[in-house]
């Protein structure tokens, strides 16, 4: 799975003139996660604390010069170095306050970047594609540098890695008369290997380049405007010396195909985060309409959207990331996102499983700030970043000192506002050891007290504690019925959501109450917002198209004309007579509310096996089973427009997961169905979606029969200067 935060601003943006440019060269880790050096395009170095989103230091070089490489900083020497008019070295440190009066030389070719890893030695990459490490360079700043690059030749793009056993690589991409090629620099020994990129259609070009270093190989990941996104391997086991000026052929393979809405990608960028997640800014969401900008977190193993937020203003398709936090430029102002990856388990991707249920996780989740998870209350105030003064002030007025064991305690016999103040207390701190069976004692003691005591119910705790993901149903098995007994629908969607394991029992259980529940009630709940968009979009959307989708049409075919259902000796042939009573105007219809409707659809995204679960959908009524297999209906109807096929990004039901629940209820129910006569006309429309399905696919094996046909013909060699050809396919 993957979140994104609540973001803030770390500073304001002053954009170029051209308003293509953010005005920022570079962003740069400095000695921690909390520290970032900002250069911007003209003459600026900034220190910034992020936590507390102010500047610990600035430098500025005169005027009429310019900083034409990013700060880094030097963690061996606790030093900063950075490059002015492509040529000057200057090397300071925080005490500096003028960067004229600090140290600078002058070396004998322009300077493209200096790149410095953590615990390595800065290393300078020059314009013409020479590398030299810092403080040789320094020693002799007259020496000569030797051209690598051909003619015609320049640089991209470029970054540094440290491989496992503390090798260094300084890595680079290349442009030549619209040929890309790898480059890739081992320091000592010093050896050079060069790589030819494959090329994509003709005119488009990369937009942005990604590597990491991952079992002894080098990835390059790699976005092109038409929304591709490919992946390249470079083994460094057999890196040998120098192959000179062959350009080895670099195999790819295409990890993502990102939606395009309209012509190709112009400012976008592609960032890895880890071996299954992807940052990508300036592509559009695919479920959001054009003309709005997201930055969104893509599984690369399951081909979806787990994470998005909308940037407002413009993007400038640029993005870094140090310690879990996104910085991105947009609009005026430069903003920190914190995210959190986490690998998915492989059953989630399984059989039933296979959906967009990606809260899943394998290993217990690292637990995030409770005041930026809790956002399903919509009394929750607005986060405000963390500063010194008021970390210090709350850890001075919490009991952060409490033992797991003492917090246990206290939650059998305190009131609800203390049990909630120690319980986040708790969770808040960063020094604890095993905290998934923490929480699950928490949990079961909380739930334990509830089911015994009507009058205490600790709602935000026990949300905050299903967010950890260190929860499961296996670990407190009576928490989704607590939740339905005290009908907090939010927690039991929370359940639904991140539960892997929850029994068809209590699914089907859930399934009986948010069918049953008023619509009071229902309207009452506050519940995942883009659950809640998701169905919006869907109920507000008309109507209004007829063609063809899916292998079925709302408006019937002339095959159509004679249904047969048997039962009784009864048979129904008169079409007008089946479209008077199963094409009503009703079918466009959501027949729940939008709250109901999205409760059953964490019904339906719920995993389950078919055989244990059918025993339990007996038990439901027939007046409760009409409404669902109307609300599939709705589904169905809905997915077999244009408008709502790519779903990828959204956590939706997918047709085959609607569809494998209107088997379950028949065969649960079909003897009751045929015998309920408000359920003649859903068992027609039924029988006619499975009839439109099976002629889509005899029609797909008549055109798979023509192009094996075509496919199998014999090319005439003398055709002449002009032929024509009379193809019959039988």
């Known amino acids: 799975m993957a979140a994104l935060y609540e973001g803030y601003t770390l500073c304001g943006l002053v954009p170029s003139q051209n308003l293509h440019s953010s005005g920022i060269r570079g962003i740069e880790a400095e000695r921690d996660g909390d520290h970032v050096l900002v250069t911007d395009s003209t003459r600026t170095v900034t220190l910034f604390k992020v936590s507390d989103q102010k500047p610990l230091g600035s430098w500025t070089v005169k005027q009429g010069q310019t900083l034409t490489c990013s700060a880094v900083y030097n963690s061996q020497t606790k030093e900063y170095v950075s490059v002015s008019d492509h040529k000057v070295i200057r090397i300071w440190n925080e005490g500096d306050i003028l960067l004229d009066k600090a140290f600078k030389a002058t070396v004998t070719s322009d300077i493209w970047r200096v790149h410095c890893v953590p615990g390595g030695n800065p290393v300078v990459l020059f314009q013409r594609g020479a590398v030299r490490l810092l403080d040789p360079l320094l020693s002799e700043p007259q020496q000569r540098i030797e051209e690598v690059l051909v003619q015609e030749e320049t640089i991209k793009w470029s970054t540094t890695l440290m491989a496992d056993d503390s090798q260094q690589f300084v890595i680079f991409v290349t442009e030549q008369r619209g040929d890309h090629f790898l480059y890739m620099q081992r320091l000592n020994p010093n050896t050079l290997h060069r790589y030819r990129l494959e090329r994509e259609e003709p005119g488009l070009f990369p937009l942005s380049f990604s590597a990491t270093h991952r079992d002894k190989h080098i990835c390059l990941l790699y976005l092109y405007p038409n929304g591709h996104v490919y992946r390249s391997e470079v083994s460094i086991r057999g890196l040998g010396a120098d192959e000179g000026s062959q350009a080895l052929p670099l195999p790819r393979i295409l990890l993502l195909g990102l939606p395009v809405s ?85 059953a989630s991707a399984l059989g039933k499983l296979k959906q967009h249920k990606t809260e899943v996780s394998t290993a217990p989740a690292s637990v995030p700030s409770w005041n930026i998870i809790l956002h399903g209350e919509k009394a929750q105030p607005p986060r405000t970043v963390e500063t010194r003064k008021t970390r210090t002030s709350r850890k001075s007025q919490s009991v952060s000192c409490l033992t797991i064991d003492q917090v246990l305690e206290l939650v059998k016999t305190a009131p609800v506002d203390v049990v909630q103040k120690e319980v986040e207390g708790l969770l808040a701190r960063t020094d604890l050891q095993g905290l998934q069976p923490s929480v699950g004692q928490i949990a079961s003691t909380l739930v334990s007290r509830s089911l015994a005591d009507p009058t205490f119910y600790t709602q935000r705790t026990l949300v905050q504690l299903v967010h950890t993901q260190s929860l499961c149903h296996s670990v407190c098995p009576d928490l989704v019925l607590l939740a339905l007994e005290r009908k907090d629908y939010f927690l039991c969607q929370l359940c639904l959501q991140f539960f892997p394991d929850i029994p068809e029992v209590v699914t089907c259980a859930c399934l009986k109450a948010f069918i049953s529940m008023p619509d009071v009630d229902a309207e009452k709940a506050s519940l995942e917002p883009d659950s809640v968009s998701f169905m919006e ?194």
């Open 262 to 346: 309209e012509g190709v990608l112009e400012a976008a960028t592609a960032l890895v985060l880890d071996d299954a997640h992807i940052a990508v800014v300036g592509v559009p969401h695919p479920s959001a309409g054009a003309g709005k900008d997201y930055l969104c977190i893509w599984n690369t193993n399951f081909q979806a959207v787990q994470a998005g937020k909308e940037m407002s203003g413009k993007i400038y398709g640029q993005l870094w990331t140090y310690s879990n936090k996104l910085f991105i430029p947009h609009g005026k102002t430069l903003s920190v996102i914190p995210y959190e990856c986490l690998m998915v388990s492989l």
């Open 537 to 730: 979009s869907l109920i507000a959307k008309e109507d209004d198209q007829v063609g063809l989708q899916n292998g079925f049409s709302p408006t019937p075919y002339d095959e159509d004309r004679s249904d047969t259902l048997v039962g009784s000796d009864t048979v129904i042939e008169t079409r007008a007579e089946d479209k008077e009573k199963t094409s009503t105007p009703s079918q466009d219809i959501c027949p729940v509310s939008l709250n109901k409707a999205v409760l059953l659809n964490e019904v339906l995204l719920t995993p389950y096996s078919g055989t244990f679960l059918l025993p339990h959908l007996k038990d439901l009524s027939s007046q409760q089973v009409v409404l669902f297999l109307r609300y599939l209906q709705f589904l169905y109807l809905k997915y077999s427009q244009d408008a709502f096929l790519h779903m990828s990004g959204v956590r939706s039901p997918s047709l085959t997961q609607v569809m494998d629940w209107v088997s379950l209820l028949l065969d649960a129910h079909f003897t009751v169905l045929v015998m309920t006569p408000e359920a003649k006309g859903l068992l027609l429309n039924f029988h006619r979606f499975v009839k439109s399905q099976v002629r889509l696919v005899s029609e797909l094996g008549k055109i798979e029969g023509g192009l094996q046909e075509l496919s199998n013909l014999k090319v005439k060699k003398d055709v002449g200067q002009y032929s024509i050809e009379v193809i019959e396919l039988l």
